[in-house]
């Protein structure tokens, strides 16, 4: 979320743009001044500060080399080096906008944006440190090894204290510094594009630009167009040159979520890509150099299809040098207290309500529920608590829980912990939830019908 105490400068000679985001932000922050004219900009900066600068990359202007937004950039810069400057840009010069990140700038945002990931980028721009955005004063590269985690991490959402998560911290500070690719593993919600941000902040290539791509999001028709690119022409709708997500993230690390869930026939178009080190654009036969550091995710256990033949054996290798898992929140003890006071706190601010406090009943309640969510769903379920909260104290009875998903079992009884009850007992309760439908049981489970069929016979159930 965005302090309420910032101060956004936006530079555009789009008064629309102006417009449609100082009414955006003006319940966000506690200002937002608009300029036309970048010509004004730097007297702007010389009477005022501001913690983020929003500025367009073209301008009508006597500048009309189509680089003026780099021009701007630079001045900007020369007057604060430590400025957190985001590019605003049009869909079709992705290529620039990653050029900006490498002279200085934050980040960018891609017209037209969604509202939601304007401001997600405005609020990483203002908790991402400044040292990190422009290298500290004695040139050492932001993400250099060595530095404390606590002192280091810039998602303060990833949060934990717990042993599981502290050995996740720690493989984060031995992993990031290397170019290993990584597979994190987790169940939804648990955080993993925060690890992925939080490996690539505190990696070697700090400064160049995080590319994160959704792939259970893409057709097959889509797959390559937005992975690899695409020239003018090459198919109906292809009206421009377009760079791919592998060439925005050049010098980089992409991110490659869901990875699960991608058919064999788009594993070996990846393989290729991997394999070689190139992307070749759609209508195009010219191979383009990549240089990228490879993170993927996936909440499917891919060892799992590797032996249904669902997935190749070969691009596991490749996307897996180290893996990373990330514990569920039911498994992580007092992490749930400690993320449902952040998660209270930061929602008491956005609201403008007064501290909120938790009573021991609803601390004791909220360890004993299983959480299938995860963090996401605690982070919902406090938000929900925060804007329905009468008083400063959060009771039992303000947080409901579906009866679905209460847990069956409290804290304090005595349970089997050998891990096959542990998973026999498991699938046995989703089974019955789901009255026997084994389609609805493995999604739940996260594992194929031919993986549960397998497990309900080794349990004889």
């Not at 300029?35 to 900009?41: I, Q, V």
């Not at 997600?120 to 991402?128: G, I, P, R, S, V």
């Not at 031995?174 to 690890?195: F, H, S, Y």
Request: contains cysteine.
């Amino acid at each position: 979320m965005l302090p309420k105490q910032a101060r956004i400068l936006v530079v555009d000679d789009d008064i629309d743009v102006l417009f449609a985001v100082k009414m955006l932000l003006k319940t966000e922050v506690k200002e937002v001044v608009t300029e036309k004219n970048p010509e004004h900009l730097l007297s702007l900066l010389h009477r005022d500060k501001f913690d983020v600068i929003l500025l367009d990359m073209n301008y009508k202007s006597a500048l009309h080399t189509g680089n003026e937004g780099f021009y701007w950039l630079r001045k900007i810069l020369e007057h604060d080096p430590r400025a957190a400057v985001v590019m605003i840009t049009a869909y079709g010069d992705i290529e620039t906008a990653v050029r900006s990140l490498k002279e200085g700038a934050t980040d960018f945002v891609l017209k037209p944006w969604r509202n939601e990931k304007l401001l997600t980028t405005l609020a990483d721009a203002l908790n991402q440190p400044s040292k990190e955005r422009r290298g500290n004063a004695n040139g050492k590269t932001a993400g250099t090894p060595g530095s404390e985690w606590a002192a280091a991490r810039p998602d303060q959402d990833l949060i934990g204290e717990s042993e599981e998560m502290q050995a996740v911290f720690y493989k984060i500070d031995k992993i990031a510094p290397t170019d290993a690719n990584v597979l994190i593993l987790g169940e939804n919600g648990t955080g993993k594009e925060l690890l992925a941000k939080a490996l690539h902040r505190k990696s070697l290539r700090a400064n160049q630009p995080f590319v994160a791509v959704d792939l259970g999001a893409l057709t097959e028709s889509l797959f390559e167009s937005e992975l690899f690119g695409h020239k003018k022409g090459a198919y109906t709708d292809a009206r421009e040159d377009r760079a791919g997500r592998f060439e925005a993230a050049n010098g980089g690390t992409l991110f490659l979520d869901e990875i699960g869930n991608i058919s064999l026939a788009q594993q070996a178009k990846l393989l290729t890509v991997l394999q070689n080190r190139q992307v070749i654009r759609l209508g195009t036969n010219q191979p383009i150099p990549v240089d990228i550091r490879l993170i993927c995710a996936t909440n499917v256990p891919v060892h799992d299809l590797v032996s249904e033949s669902r997935f190749r054996k070969d691009l596991v290798y490749r996307i897996n040098t180290v893996e990373i898992t990330l514990p569920p929140l039911r498994g992580r003890g007092e992490d749930i207290v400690r993320l449902a006071q952040h998660f209270a706190k930061v929602y008491a601010t956005k609201y403008r309500k007064p501290p909120l406090q938790f009573e021991e009943p609803t601390l004791k309640k909220l360890r004993q529920y299983a959480w299938p969510g995860n963090v996401r769903e605690l982070q919902h379920a406090v938000e929900r608590v925060v804007i329905m909260a009468e008083g400063d104290v959060l009771r039992p009875q303000d947080f409901s829980f579906s009866p679905l998903e209460t847990p069956l079992r409290s804290a304090e009884e005595k349970q089997d912990l050998r891990l096959d009850e542990i998973e026999k007992s498991t699938i046995q309760r989703v089974i019955d939830k789901h009255q026997g439908n084994i389609t609805k049981a493995a999604k739940e489970l996260g594992i194929t019908r031919t993986a549960l069929y397998r497990r309900l016979g080794k349990y004889d159930i």
